[in-house]
């Protein structure tokens, strides 16, 4: 008992040492945007391999943690939260509707024209840093409530429905489509600038949302092959709030994520190696090397939307194959006769934890800027004040360093996550340990080049 106390003191100053060895390092990176190799205070290299020590640093530190009623019960631990009520469940669902009111007025009615109109706009404003940056992040940091709060949930209940049954052989992969067309069309057009087009684009999701609740009927299509819902649903399991069978709780955050009953087969593999790799394009699109591979291509001859399309695909192939990869990787060193599939479809979960960081990373700077702003836009959505009058928010220099914890941290709780699945998994300790050697693999690649994508100069797209 001694020699592990030792173990895991010594473990734990290891793991100290190199979050304050990366803390120099985050005080100056800054926003996913706008960080720059020449703001960090030690070499590139050197932050990225930081990065990556910590993840593997903190799989050791797990490792010694062999307890398996100790490891339940910090799985298990929570306690029970008071139901919302029917006033809240009402009032969630007016909140999405005049949300989605806003959307289109704005968007079809509000400023279109002259510089700064993203920033004037309430419709562009309220999608993408009112849900996509501050709502989307409480689905994770608090709880999932977008089945109340949906709009087209709401405007689907009432219709009828045809009850067809969802086509087994598509799983998830509909969602998969869905999510990566939803961000190709996000960096390949002027969706985050151009009202109009924006408005337009959720009037034809909620097109094809409502036609799709019709035919499967609106639970099925919503927990099944809705893109958003499934994402948001997703995000929910990282949260410390959630719904269960006995009712609202309160848990230690990812902790959602050790129920693996709802990936069920590859497909929602996908999805979930989708949700890590579609925030790791937003990011790397704009940065100088994604330039540089794609300019001989276009300027080749090959049009802009298509390059961009194909190296969507490949990467995500690669993301994909990777996972997969890693999933072989556990069979093989845990030795076991548990299949490939079943190893990826266990661990999945816990990479959810990495797509919640990194979202955070991405999105926090932007949402606090711009949060005064569109406090100031939505109260007159058709006659904004000018842009010099608007106001935004100084974001501090600490912010950068919550950024890049926010990663670290994501990847963190995804080591716990995966610890506690293989010792579900295995009976034997060395073989639950030996189990993830494959899957840290995969986080410590990831938070590389997520943190990677935070060093470089950002900026728009090139060529669209």
């Known amino acids: ?34 960080a720059s190799s020449e703001s960090l205070a030690v070499p590139t290299w050197l932050f990225l391999a930081t990065g990556g020590g910590v993840i593997g640093a903190s799989f050791l530190l797990a490792s010694f943690v062999t307890d398996r009623a100790f490891v339940r019960r910090v799985d298990a631990w929570g306690d029970a939260l008071p139901e919302p009520g029917r006033v809240a469940v009402l009032a969630g669902r007016a909140v999405g509707l005049a949300g989605l009111a806003l959307v289109f007025v704005a968007g079809f009615a509000g400023p279109a024209d002259g510089p700064n109109t993203a920033v004037r706009n309430a419709a562009v404003l309220l999608v993408w840093a009112g849900w996509w940056g501050a709502y989307v992040t409480s689905t994770y940091l608090v709880g999932n409530t977008w089945p109340v709060v949906n709009p087209f949930r709401t405007l689907a209940a009432p219709l009828p429905s045809l009850d067809r049954p969802y086509p087994e052989r598509l799983g998830s992969w509909p969602a998969v489509g869905g999510l990566l067309a939803v961000v190709y069309l996000e960096v390949v057009t002027p969706l985050a600038s151009d009202p109009r087009l924006l408005a337009s684009t959720v009037a034809c999701y909620g097109v094809l949302t409502l036609a799709g609740s019709v035919v499967f009927g609106a ?21 410390p709030v959630a719904r269960t069978a006995d009712g609202v709780r309160v848990r230690l955050p990812g902790m959602g994520l050790t129920d693996a009953d709802w990936v069920r087969d590859r497909s929602d593999v996908g999805f979930v190696v989708c949700v890590v790799f579609v925030t790791t394009f937003d990011g790397f699109v704009g940065t100088d090397l994604w330039g540089a591979l794609v300019t001989p291509v276009v ?12 190296g969507m695909l490949l990467g995500f192939g ?25 190893l990826a479809r266990r661990y999945a979960p816990s990479l959810l934890a990495i797509a919640a960081g990194y979202h955070l990373a991405h999105n926090l700077t932007t949402t606090l800027t711009l949060a005064p702003t569109l406090a100031v836009v939505a109260a007159s959505p058709l006659s904004p004040p000018a842009a010099v009058d608007l106001p935004t928010l100084s974001v501090p220099a600490w912010v950068g360093g919550v950024t890049v914890a926010s990663i670290l941290a994501g990847h963190l709780v995804a080591v716990w996550v995966a610890h506690a699945t293989a010792y579900d998994l295995f009976p034997d300790r060395l073989q639950a340990i030996r189990s993830q050697y494959g899957v840290t693999v995969a986080m410590v690649a990831y938070t590389m080049v997520s943190l990677w994508v935070l060093t470089r100069p950002g900026g728009a797209p090139p060529f669209v």
């Open 1 to 34: 008992m001694n020699r592990r106390r030792v173990r895991v003191a010594a473990a734990a100053a290891t793991l100290v040492a190199l979050v304050a060895l990366a803390g120099d390092a985050l005080a100056h990176a800054g926003g996913i945007r706008s």
């Open 299 to 310: 300027t080749g001859g090959v049009p802009a939307p298509a390059a961009y399309l194909g």
């Open 219 to 239: 639970d099925t299509w919503f927990s099944t092959a809705d893109p958003v819902s499934r994402l948001l649903a997703a995000y929910g399991r990282v949260a």
């Open 318 to 342: 690669l993301f994909y194959a990777a996972y997969l990869g890693a999933a072989g990787a556990a069979r093989r060193y845990a030795d076991t006769f548990v299949s490939a599939v079943t």
